[in-house]
């Protein structure tokens, strides 16, 4: 056994024909939501292919039997290297060269999932124990169990809540529907969860530093913007990456999901292709109230007051 999860475990096998490993996810006969995961995944990830994301090998649908078979990922999710979890990190030191190149690599699977493929796909759980890295350390978003198929529109949404805690996006909580933005907002999270070393939340701390997003915003105010860099990092870390994944984090994760940036915007970014636009000096205060209409660099050229805020 690899793993257990909500809807059940996850085993590591192995294909007697060819000899290759394989992570075989085995849908629990109890699970209320299973049965809907193991379609929503066999309906997406099937059909999609992309070298930054999790690969489905095949399916099994057997009277109450639900398997799912993966290619097999030795080292593990990102939040277990991250996190020191014994007989995963022992071997992987995560530099910051390696860090950068998740946060690429994520950016460039969900901008294929939003941006290129036929269909326009939903994530709705990307967190830092959904990304897997493969035998090159390269990463792969997986786990789509809670992925949604949408319309290629502006407006293009889901109406069920989902999710985890410190991921999920502000406006999940009054409007409940589930956006390519709610997706931006989570890979906020994690960019600044993987430039910090520590989860969204975290109640082991203080108050204050309970939620990571409120602490990055208080120490970019201040000045002070790496004194939330990931303390095992120590000096090893480009200054410039550094601060454009910060800055690009708190972009993500801004309140207000018109005035985030798509995916592929971030992808650019993180390519050098363009420059991050000007961030406000002071966390903005959320308002759902622009039009629809308007674009991403409309938010950031004619939206900015004159000390420097984001309405």
Same mark, same amino acid.
């Given at each position: 056994?690899?793993?257990?999860?909500?809807?059940?475990?996850?085993?590591?096998?192995?294909?007697?024909?060819?000899?290759?490993?394989?992570?075989?996810?085995?849908?629990?006969?109890?699970?209320?939501?299973?049965?809907?995961?193991?379609?929503?995944?066999? &309906?997406?990830?099937?059909?999609?292919?992309?070298?930054?994301?999790?690969?489905?090998?095949?399916?099994?649908?057997?009277?109450?039997?639900?398997?799912?078979?993966?290619?097999?990922?030795?080292?593990?999710?990102?939040?277990?290297?991250?996190?020191?979890?014994?007989?995963?990190?022992?071997?992987?030191?995560?530099?910051?060269?390696?860090?950068?190149?998740?946060?690429?690599?994520?950016?460039?699977?969900?901008?294929?999932?939003?941006?290129?493929?036929?269909?326009?796909?939903?994530?709705?759980?990307?967190?830092?124990?959904?990304?897997?890295?493969?035998?090159?350390?390269?990463?792969?978003?997986?786990?789509?169990?809670?992925?949604?198929?949408?319309?290629?529109?502006?407006?293009?949404?889901?109406?069920?809540?989902?999710?985890?805690?410190?991921?999920?996006?502000?406006?999940?909580? +009054?409007?409940?529907?589930?956006?390519?933005?709610?997706?931006?907002?989570?890979?906020?999270?994690?960019?600044?969860?993987?430039?910090?070393?520590?989860?969204?939340?975290?109640?082991?701390? &203080?108050?204050?530093? +309970?939620?990571?997003?409120?602490?990055?915003?208080?120490?970019?105010?201040?000045?002070?913007?790496?004194?939330?860099?990931?303390?095992?990092?120590?000096?090893?870390?480009?200054?410039?990456?550094?601060?454009?994944?910060?800055?690009?984090?708190?972009?993500?994760?801004?309140?207000?999901?018109?005035?985030?940036?798509?995916?592929?915007?971030?992808?650019?970014?993180?390519?050098?292709?363009?420059?991050?636009?000007?961030?406000?000096?002071?966390?903005?205060?959320?308002?759902?109230?622009?039009?629809?209409?308007?674009?991403?660099?409309?938010?950031?050229? &004619?939206?900015?007051?004159?000390?420097?805020?984001?309405?």
């Amino acid at each position: 056994m690899l793993g257990r999860g909500g809807f059940g475990c996850v085993y590591k096998g192995v294909l007697r024909d060819t000899g290759a490993l394989v992570a075989v996810k085995k849908i629990a006969e109890d699970s209320q939501q299973g049965g809907r995961e193991f379609f929503a995944e066999v &309906s997406i990830i099937s059909r999609v292919r992309h070298r930054n994301l999790v690969q489905l090998q095949s399916w099994c649908c057997e009277r109450s039997h639900l398997m799912l078979v993966y290619d097999y990922m030795p080292n593990k999710s990102l939040d277990k290297i991250l996190y020191h979890v014994p007989e995963t990190s022992n071997t992987i030191e995560l530099t910051w060269d390696l860090r950068y190149n998740i946060l690429v690599g994520v950016s460039s699977a969900l901008t294929y999932l939003h941006e290129e493929w036929e269909q326009c796909v939903v994530h709705r759980d990307v967190k830092a124990s959904n990304v897997m890295l493969d035998e090159e350390l390269n990463p792969r978003l997986g786990d789509f169990g809670l992925a949604r198929l949408i319309a290629r529109t502006k407006n293009a949404q889901t109406t069920i809540v989902a999710g985890t805690v410190g991921y999920m996006a502000p406006e999940l909580s +009054t409007t409940g529907k589930a956006t390519t933005k709610t997706d931006v907002f989570s890979y906020g999270a994690l960019a600044l969860e993987v430039a910090c070393g520590r989860r969204p939340v975290d109640f082991s701390v &203080s108050d204050a530093e +309970t939620i990571l997003l409120d602490l990055v915003w208080r120490c970019y105010e201040n000045g002070e913007l790496f004194k939330v860099v990931d303390v095992t990092l120590g000096t090893k870390f480009n200054e410039e990456q550094m601060k454009t994944i910060l800055l690009l984090g708190l972009l993500c994760s801004h309140p207000d999901p018109n005035a985030r940036p798509t995916m592929g915007y971030v992808r650019q970014v993180l390519t050098r292709n363009i420059n991050l636009p000007p961030i406000p000096f002071h966390k903005p205060i959320a308002s759902y109230s622009t039009q629809n209409g308007i674009e991403f660099m409309d938010m950031i050229t &004619s939206s900015t007051s004159n000390d420097g805020d984001l309405q």
